[in-house]
Structures are given as C-alpha cells and as structure tokens.
C-alpha cells in the first residue's frame, strides 16, 4: 500500500508560480499512474492532471491546459506539479492520488490512494 504526501502549497499572488510536490513511500512508485485533484471550498474534487507510471503519457483538464505541467521522478519516488499563470480560480486543496492501472485516468473513483492534501491560494 502506498502513502502519498504533497507539500509546496502556499499563498502567491495572481501570474506567480508554484510547483507541487507529491512523496510516495511504502510501494513500488513505478507500479502506479499518478494524478492530482483539487478541490474549492464548497466545490466537488476535480480532475487537473494526470501521468503514467513511466512519464510517457500525460493527460490535463482544459481549466489548466498550456498553465501546468505534471512529471515524476522514479527515482525518488515523488510526482511534481508545475503551475504557472496561476489565477484566483486555481485556489483549493491539491492532492495527489495513485493508481495501479497502465494508463492515465481523469476519474476520482479510478484511484486507490490520496495524500491529505496541500493548500493553494492565489490572490488578486
């Protein structure tokens, strides 16, 4: 079973960058695709990208399509979200979620694992 914890989250002004960090432990990294989601106060989890277990495929929600970037790193175990151009509309709760399927998916209820959660605030 793998645990998952993001970090990197903090206050930044609107068009400032952020990049999100997610480590894994307790699994073989490489066995599962990866995600990350956030949520908005009062807001349903969305989808915002996800990878494949080696980084050959990547799959974004057309809200934040051409502004981040998903990637990992094998090696040390941990899956990045680099955001740019960020916007009011981007804050919320991140998390990071693993699944130990082949390709990417963009469904909540396809992942088995999340982390808690890190915080992203975006001012005006």
């Known amino acids: 079973q793998v645990q998952l914890v993001e970090s990197g989250g903090r206050l930044v002004q609107a068009g400032g960058s952020l990049r999100l960090s997610c480590a894994a432990s307790?699994?073989?990294?490489?066995?599962?695709?990866m995600g990350w989601f956030r949520q908005a106060p009062g807001k349903e989890r969305e989808f915002v990208a996800a990878i494949d277990r080696y980084g050959g495929s990547t799959y974004y929600s057309d809200s934040v399509k051409g502004r981040f970037t998903i990637s990992r790193d094998n090696a040390k175990n941990t899956v990045y979200l680099q955001m740019n151009n960020l916007e009011p509309e981007d804050t919320a709760v991140y998390y990071c979620?693993?699944?130990?399927?082949?390709?990417?998916?963009?469904?909540?209820?396809?992942?088995?694992?999340w982390g808690q959660g890190t915080q992203v605030t975006v001012s005006s």
């Open positions: 979620a693993a699944h130990s399927g082949y390709t990417v998916f963009a469904i909540h209820d396809q992942y088995n694992y």
């Open positions: 307790g699994g073989t990294f490489s066995s599962y695709g």
